[in-house]
């Protein structure tokens, strides 16, 4: 089957879910229950990939494009657009953002591609404002959905200021500016009267600082705390089968134990990583 058709099949499936004589569940989502399966389809898309399960990311993609759909149909259900008119719009946009590819410009870098774009999406901008008569300032930072978990939002933040000079001259600037958010955060929980919201702010500028390190590095600071959950997880599932085969609850194990079966789970996937390289 081709590809045009077995998307058609896709939307039309989805319309008929939809429908009066298709299912109820599916009759009764809204963009608000679909948020949180969307974010979750993409993170096990991101997941599999990362893993290099094939199959699974097939089949993870589909299931993201399913999520894609339903929004879809629901926008044309009422009456705003359809997916045709999705497809359309993306493709004119990554036309004109893409010059040196559909038109005649040149460039040498992936610097300069990253230049033009900010350029192309500050100009698209100032005109849709002009297109309805808006007064209200663009910044280039507006394409930055606030929607975003947080570690991603500051990450693309960045390195849309980075791409007009915002940033920092060397990866060393950027350590010597965390050892001085851990030092005010630390005075923060000094204090005799400790302040909350001034904590919670202080923690939120070194969370900040660690983004920007990791994209100064190339790390997708999202995706490295993920692999970091999973590897928790991981060792912590070692940790509940050690307690369990000692006979033992929670309660009478001491956290020396606890520790001691955490460092055999690091020992563990250690001589797996050596025997596999090997």
């Not at 033009?116 to 309805?132: F, H, L, P």
């Not at 692999?227 to 609850?249: D, I, L, S």
Request: a negative charge.
């Amino acid at each position: 089957m081709s590809t045009k058709r077995a998307f058609q099949d896709l939307i039309e499936m989805m319309a008929r879910l939809r429908s009066a004589e298709g299912c109820p569940w599916d009759r009764e989502q809204t963009y608000a229950t679909l948020g949180p399966m969307l974010i979750e389809e993409a993170y096990e898309v991101i997941e599999a990939a990362e893993a290099g399960d094939w199959n699974e990311l097939r089949d993870e993609l589909g299931d993201l494009l399913f999520q894609i759909v339903f929004y879809g149909q629901i926008a044309a259900e009422d009456g705003h657009f359809d997916m045709a008119d999705s497809i359309t719009r993306v493709h004119e946009k990554m036309t004109r953002r893409h010059p040196h590819v559909f038109g005649e410009e040149s460039v040498e870098s992936t610097a300069d591609v990253l230049a033009n774009w900010e350029a192309i999406k500050a100009a698209e901008r100032k005109t849709a404002g002009k297109d309805q008569k808006e007064e209200k300032k663009v910044s280039m930072l507006d394409g930055t959905s606030s929607k975003l978990p947080a570690l991603l939002e500051a990450f693309q933040l960045t390195t849309k200021a980075a791409r007009v000079g915002f940033d920092w001259q060397q990866s060393e600037d950027i350590f010597d500016k965390l050892e001085e958010e851990i030092r005010e955060l630390r005075d923060e929980f000094k204090r005799e009267s400790r302040d909350p919201e001034a904590i919670a702010a202080e923690l939120g500028d070194v969370l900040f600082v660690v983004t920007n390190i990791a994209r100064w590095h190339g790390i997708e600071p999202e995706t490295a705390l993920k692999a970091t959950n999973r590897k928790f997880r991981r060792r912590f599932a070692h940790v509940e089968r050690r307690v369990e085969e000692q006979g033992k609850t929670w309660n009478d194990t001491s956290l020396a134990e606890m520790d001691s079966f955490w460092d055999e789970a690091k020992q563990i996937e250690r001589t797996k990583k050596t025997g596999q390289e090997s």
